[in-house]
């Protein structure tokens, strides 16, 4: 499934920015992850740490992995309850 960039909402991506995107090829958030922050932040009137913010996001939309791991503080404690709750009682 792709993301058409119009029909999402990106932070600093307004009308005239989709349309450089799009001149540039770049139509959907996939398209836009691909480009990466280099690419985007060449675009004219795309300042990189704008680009950054928007391929964030759309990484977020699209559930691309992140460049980092994502940390769970949650998962050691779900891990462990399994195990307590099938030690049988003693008879």
Do not use: F
């Not at 675009?43 to 977020?60: E, G, K, Q, S």
């Amino acid at each position: 499934m792709t993301h058409p960039i119009d029909q999402h909402d990106l932070p600093g991506i307004g009308p005239g920015r989709r349309k450089r995107l799009a001149e540039a090829g770049i139509l959907t958030l996939e398209d836009l992850v691909a480009a990466g922050v280099d690419r985007v932040g060449a675009l004219p009137h795309i300042p990189p740490a704008v680009a950054a913010r928007a391929i964030d996001a759309a990484r977020v939309i699209v559930d691309a992995p992140p460049a980092e791991g994502p940390a769970s503080a949650e998962e050691p404690a779900s891990a462990e309850e399994p195990a307590s709750a099938e030690e049988p009682a003693s008879a």
